[in-house]
């Protein structure tokens, strides 16, 4: 099975900054990575697809990066709402696995 | 507009089969070119990817639960299913359903216990 590993696991951050979740496979998956966000009681919405790819009506100050086996999300500058947790995924021959998820958490 | 909905009993006995159904609305599995699968969180916990299927393939089951699970299209081309049986406690989880592009149902708590 492919690993993924996701740093840091938490990350404290302040509004107007720019934050960088990384997120590692065990094996090289291309590009395929998707990101995704959750918040408390909440479904997993996906933000970014095919690595780079940005999920229709997701903000542009979200951005994905990488491929082979190193992927990055990039928060460009961070807003109220974007304080969850953020976990990739990679969907390499049809069997997927998620990272272990970063909190994302005021400072 | 894609809607996706579990439906099931949201507790079961250890060592009882858990049994689970997706409706999707305004789409269509069996007709759809996209992997659908189940996707599950243990309370406080990440998520972990079940199992999925399409049309052009699978099932394909998550390598620890492959012994216990079956994921199948309902004779209904709307209706996703998921069976697990011999459940734990550590089955307790709330349980979504998905699309590969990333669309979710709201997910169902079932929890194991007697």
């Known amino acids: 099975d492919i690993q993924m590993t996701q740093s840091p696991s938490t990350l404290s951050a302040s509004v107007g900054d720019r934050v960088t979740i990384t997120c590692r496979s065990s094996q090289t998956i291309s590009n395929w990575l998707a990101w995704y966000q959750q918040k408390p009681g909440k479904a997993p919405k996906m933000l970014i697809y095919k690595a780079s790819d940005l999920k229709s009506g997701v903000p542009s100050r979200f951005s994905g990066s990488g491929s082979g086996t190193e992927f990055t999300l990039t928060i460009s500058s961070l807003q109220p709402d974007d304080f969850a947790t953020y976990y990739c995924?990679?969907?390499?021959?049809?069997?997927?696995?998620f990272g272990q998820g970063t909190k994302l958490e005021m400072k | 507009q894609l809607q996706l909905q579990e439906s099931g009993p949201g507790l079961v006995k250890p060592s009882e089969t858990l049994s689970l159904t997706c409706t999707v609305a305004?789409?269509?599995?069996?007709?759809?070119?996209?992997?659908w699968g189940w996707i599950r969180q243990s309370p406080g916990k990440g998520l972990e990817w079940i199992g999925s299927?399409?049309?052009?393939?699978?099932?394909y089951y998550h390598s620890s639960l492959q012994s216990r699970i079956t994921i199948a299209v309902g004779t209904s081309e709307n209706q996703l299913s998921l069976t697990l049986i011999s459940v734990t406690a550590a089955d307790t989880a709330i349980y979504y359903c998905?699309?590969?592009?990333?669309?979710w149902g709201q997910g169902i708590l079932v929890t194991v216990s007697s």
């Open positions: 995924q990679q969907y390499h021959e049809n069997l997927y696995t």
């Open positions: 299927i399409s049309n052009t393939g699978g099932p």
């Open positions: 998905a699309r590969e592009d990333g669309y």
């Open positions: 305004g789409g269509s599995i069996s007709r759809s070119t996209y992997s």
